[in-house]
């Protein structure tokens, strides 16, 4: 039986008998994602049990102190991925990967109309022949939320959920998520509306 050489996620070589007898290039590639997912899932998962800070923290910000009822509100998720890990972008560069997106708990008095994720920075790693988008550092989504038209004025929290999969150089940990809150305010029609938080989102693009 021939033996083939093959990288495995710490970017040594391994022997593979199976690999040898397999002439497909697509059956090659099944193998070998399945190979590395194996690895990925039980490093991951001896990472996870020694971890001790969060890899990612997340909070929601609005871009007025207010909202009306029957309208839209721009919202901002920062995030803060910790040093020496990434996360996926929200459309990764391969296939399997698992991307990073923001979810909302249901409700009947607001809805995420738009979500509007960053683009991602292409990065080699030692476990991938392929460079990947991912996000690093901080990064910031926008939300275009709609308030019902029937929402009365008073104080809300709507719930969601930054979901992603992180990553160092060498291994991944377990796909996880972390909870932020959006704080509302709904005043009545005519009540006016003060701008906030203006450094944030000058910079983001809503469209």
Request: aromatic share 8%.
């Amino acid at each position: 039986m021939r033996l083939s050489k093959v990288r495995n996620i710490r970017g040594s070589v391994l022997d593979s008998p199976v690999l040898g007898e397999l002439t497909s290039i697509s059956q090659v590639t099944g193998m070998r994602i399945f190979f590395w997912s194996c690895i990925l899932l039980a490093v991951g998962t001896s990472l996870a049990g020694g971890q001790t800070a969060p890899v990612v923290e997340a909070r929601a910000i609005t871009a007025t102190d207010a909202a009306h009822a029957n309208s839209t509100l721009k919202v901002a998720v920062l995030a803060n991925v910790a040093p020496g890990f990434h996360i996926n972008d929200h459309k990764p560069t391969l296939d399997y990967l698992i991307p990073t997106e923001l979810k909302f708990d249901a409700s009947n008095q607001f809805a995420a109309k738009n979500v509007f994720y960053p683009k991602g920075t292409v990065v080699k790693f030692p476990f991938s022949d392929t460079p990947l988008s991912v996000y690093q550092n901080d990064v910031t989504v926008g939300v275009l939320l709609e308030i019902g038209k029937s929402v009365p004025p008073g104080g809300y929290t709507l719930k969601g959920k930054f979901t992603y999969q992180a990553c160092n150089d060498h291994a991944c940990l377990p796909p996880a998520s972390v909870p932020f809150t959006v704080a509302l305010k709904v005043v009545p029609p005519d009540a006016p509306l003060k701008p906030q938080e203006r450094n944030v989102f000058q910079r983001l693009k809503f469209e």
